[in-house]
């Protein structure tokens, strides 16, 4: 045997082990995303828009649904219940703020005396603040560290709830427009 035939053995015999090398980091690294890339995903978004049409089919009131909200602002889930005939109607639909809170726009006919305390897990307000040149009355729950934000029109209650701040809460309050019924 020559020394190139020595040489084309030994690299060939050695081929196997690299392949099972290269198998293995590409399985690593595989998994390494798996696990670590899974959990650093932001939540889906939802389409505020498209249940926003679909809350003024139903609702016997002309929904309140944001707009122009900064940038950093993910709608993360919505949820409608009950319809005109069967009532109350309610619209849940909830964001993580730019700061990395939960910030949630509740709204609904239900009787504002059962729906604000509910949503904002207190009977009594601790204040007011104005809101783009509304009032809208306070709520705090320090064991959830729950802030909220309620205002009543006529037909509809509004209520921003969550852990962002009341700066953030009343961002979202700010953003949230009239938009007439289908």
């Known amino acids: 045997m020559n020394a ?7 690299v060939n015999a050695s081929h196997p082990v690299r392949t099972a090398v290269a198998a293995s980091a590409v399985l690593v690294v595989g998994l390494w995303l798996l696990v670590v890339g899974v959990g ?13 049409a679909r809350l003024g089919a139903l ?3 002309p929904p309140y649904v944001p707009g122009g909200l900064p940038a950093g602002w993910r709608p993360v889930s919505t949820r409608i219940t009950g319809s005109a005939a ?3 109607v309610a619209w849940h639909l909830e964001y993580v703020t730019p700061q990395g809170a939960y910030a949630a726009l509740e709204e609904s006919d239900e009787d504002p005396a059962a729906f604000v305390p509910r949503m904002a897990n207190r009977d009594r307000p601790v204040g007011t603040q104005q809101v783009a040149g509304a009032s809208w009355d306070r709520y ?4 959830k560290r729950q ?15 969550g852990t962002a701040a009341y700066d953030e809460l009343a961002t979202l309050a700010a953003a949230l427009r009239s938009r007439p019924s289908p």
């Open 4 to 10: 190139d035939e020595v040489n084309a053995d030994e």
């Open 40 to 52: 650093r995903q932001p939540p889906p978004r939802a389409d505020v828009d498209r249940e926003a």
């Open 59 to 61: 609702a016997p009131y």
């Open 86 to 88: 069967d009532r109350p």
């Open 140 to 143: 705090y729950r320090p064991d």
């Open 147 to 161: 802030y909220s934000l309620a205002r009543r029109l006529p037909g509809v209650t509004l209520v921003v709830t």
